[in-house]
């Protein structure tokens, strides 16, 4: 626009077609009759799933300086970025694994015995007698998650080739994939869960819909000494906090315990990390050639070309939620059970050890039948420290 202004524009369309199986080996779950639509079968499409095609993502980027002498450099971004749908290889995340391609039948035997003898082989297994299924199912209508990303920089040239910049980076996850399980029984209570659930017919369900949002905002510092003298090094350091509403699809636990009521998912991220401090440099030693401070030719062989570098990063710890054993709740329920909490159970830094690392008395089973108060990933983990150093000789 100007020589102290420059703007990117731009404008991105994706579409991502749904999955599709060749030979039709997939079913999804019809809500509406209770039943398992089989790709390609009475009128079901192929991918039993509807695409989303108004993934249209603007795209705004300034970089400009303030100033004739061009020090300082005010930079900042917004766009928006769309992902597909997910083929996750881990059971049961596919809709390949429900009837009548897939299902896991339990073999009881009296304790005395055996149901089932290695010489019998394996049992042929007849979809129609499956007890209880569990049920994979995909929002038949996809809506494309998406993220909302932005940043504000400031860039100020220093004195001894370093540059300074400090920023502002955030974002916004929309229409993220979650995971709940709506045949958990409804209303916490006693007796068998089984005919408790909206579809007593079927087991578990891992229902995969795009309900899930997420935000992130950090303050970011860097520092950056350009080679000069035989040094570089580069020094960033973030505050930061992430949140989410349900928990990641790729961790140990990620169904929301209460599938009928997300809001008490809400929380840490499971990857929010508060403070990161990361160094990392290399230094050339002042010896051979040009660069050598001793007129000696044994000190230029042994020590010319020599560098030390090294990786330095300090982080505070990730969160993690206080889990039970068992299911107070009576539900049924896939997730990780939360306590009661009675008060804030991350212990003072001087009272922390290995053995005792967050307030035990702090939480408490729900009484009754019902699900705890505790809120996701309330405890915070150990700092983290990693140094890594290295020395290296190159010949030219």
Request: hydrophobic share 35%; proline share 8%; net charge negative.
């Amino acid at each position: 626009m100007t020589p102290r202004l420059t703007l990117n524009l731009g404008l991105r369309y994706d579409y991502f077609s749904p999955t599709v199986e060749a030979n039709h080996r997939q079913s999804n779950f019809d809500y509406a009759t209770g039943t398992l639509l089989v790709a390609g079968q009475n009128g079901a499409s192929d991918s039993l799933v509807t695409g989303d095609k108004a993934n249209f993502s603007p795209r705004l980027g300034f970089a400009w300086t303030p100033t004739a002498s061009g020090n300082t450099v005010i930079r900042g971004a917004y766009g928006i970025f769309f992902g597909g749908q997910e083929i996750r290889t881990a059971a049961p995340l596919q809709l390949a694994y429900n009837l009548p391609f897939f299902y896991e039948p339990a073999f009881t035997s009296d304790g005395v015995t055996p149901v089932i003898t290695v010489s019998q082989g394996f049992p042929t297994l007849d979809p129609s007698q499956a007890v209880d299924p569990g049920v994979t199912s995909v929002d038949s209508r996809l809506q494309t998650p998406y993220y909302q990303s932005w940043n504000l920089a400031v860039q100020r040239s220093l004195p001894g080739e370093i540059s300074l910049e400090v920023a502002y980076a955030g974002s916004k996850g929309t229409h993220l994939q979650g995971v709940t399980d709506p045949n958990q029984v409804p209303v916490p209570g006693p007796g068998d869960i089984q005919p408790r659930r909206p579809f007593p017919t079927f087991g578990s369900f891992t229902a995969i819909s795009n309900i899930a949002s997420s935000n992130y905002n950090s303050l970011q510092v860097k520092a950056e000494k350009h080679a000069s003298h035989g040094l570089y090094f580069l020094s960033s350091f973030t505050y930061s906090k992430a949140i989410n509403d349900l928990p990641e699809i790729c961790c140990a636990a990620p169904f929301a315990q209460d599938s009928y009521n997300l809001a008490a998912e809400r929380g840490r991220a499971d990857f929010d990390q508060k403070l990161r401090w990361v160094l990392s440099f290399d230094y050339e030693l002042p010896f051979g050639g040009s660069r050598s401070h001793l007129n000696n030719r044994a000190v230029d062989l042994a020590f010319g070309g020599w560098h030390l570098g090294g990786i330095y990063t300090l982080a505070s710890g990730f969160p993690f939620s206080p889990y039970l054993g068992f299911d107070p709740s009576n539900t049924g329920t896939q997730a990780a059970v939360r306590p009661d909490q009675l008060r804030d159970g991350n212990l003072p830094s001087g009272q922390r050890s290995p053995d005792h690392w967050f307030d035990v008395d702090a939480f408490n089973a729900p009484p009754g039948f019902a699900f705890g108060n505790a809120g996701r990933n309330v405890l915070t983990g150990p700092d983290r420290m990693c140094s890594i150093g290295r020395s290296g000789n190159s010949l030219a």
